[in-house]
């Protein structure tokens, strides 16, 4: 079983008449992570306090593994999209494990 070495955590609000938008691009983006990225452990995105709020979980093998999940393609080529359907900065955390 692999472990976690690095994760981020990423929560987000979205323009409230972007937020489908902003859901099928993640959405898609998901599926391509899972079928892509297999030092991507962990890819979840989850409802936050209310329909505009979003919270990312990602845990991954290593940080080299989050900087290529960066990089891939099909990342890349949603970004632009993603970014402009939110409302305001994201909250961005880089996590490491507990020792």
């Not at 890819?43 to 990089?71: K, P, S």
């Not at 993603?82 to 909250?91: M, N």
Request: charged letters at 25%; a negative charge; aromatic letters at 12%.
């Amino acid at each position: 079983m692999k472990t976690a070495n690095y994760a981020c955590y990423m929560r987000v609000r979205t323009k409230p008449d972007k937020r489908d938008e902003f859901l099928r691009l993640v959405t898609r983006l998901r599926a391509d992570v899972l079928a892509n990225e297999p030092d991507t452990l962990v890819y979840e995105i989850l409802q936050g306090g209310d329909a505009n709020e979003f919270v990312f979980f990602e845990c991954f093998t290593d940080e080299a593994a989050q900087q290529r999940h960066q990089q891939m393609p099909y990342h890349v080529a949603m970004s632009s999209a993603g970014w402009a359907c939110l409302d305001g900065q994201p909250v961005i955390e880089f996590l490491k494990p507990a020792r």
